[in-house]
């Protein structure tokens, strides 16, 4: 077990020595960061809303999507992109950005749960992952202007 903790602290160690050479690396692993710690509060409040309220999964997924965007905005502008983009022009571009994002996720979701037989939340993931790596990229360019 101290094997891999040490294995996984250097290789930590390695990433970081890599990532201080190069703002862009440091900047998506951030944006990774950040992603992850919002797709938790969104898993969370899926399966909140689908087992004590009764939703249905999308319509969960729906609102929890809703929810953490505006934390991901404050989060992506604040610590990932560290710019002081205007709330109201750069919400717009963030939530037209992860509107789409969000559809991709909705069918990638439907689809794997329906027709590859997924439960909700391991469906839910993997298409939060897909559309994650797209979401940067155009956040970068589009919303932060970095």
């Given amino acids: 077990m101290l094997n891999y903790a040490y294995k996984f602290l250097s290789m930590t160690q390695y990433l970081l020595r890599f990532a201080q050479r190069n703002e862009r690396i ?26 004590f309220w009764g939703m249905h999964y999308l319509l969960a997924s729906s609102i929890a999507f809703v929810l ?18 205007e709330f109201r022009h750069g919400y717009m571009r963030f939530l037209t950005i992860a509107f789409y994002s ?11 749960v329906h027709f590859l037989a997924f439960q909700y939340v391991w469906a839910r993931t993997a298409s939060t992952v897909v559309a994650g790596f797209i979401g940067y990229f155009l956040d970068m360019k589009i919303t932060f202007r970095v």
């Avoid at 953490?68 to 002081?84: C, K, M």
Wanted: no cysteine; aromatic share 22%.
């Fill in 68 to 85: 953490e965007s505006v934390a991901a905005f404050f989060a992506n502008r604040r610590w990932t992109f560290q710019t002081t983009t």
């Fill in 26 to 51: 440091i900047q998506f692993l951030r944006y990774i960061l950040v992603g992850a710690i919002m797709l938790i509060l969104n898993l969370l409040l899926v399966w909140y809303f689908v087992r």
């Fill in 102 to 112: 969000f559809i991709v996720v909705l069918f990638i979701t439907y689809g794997l």
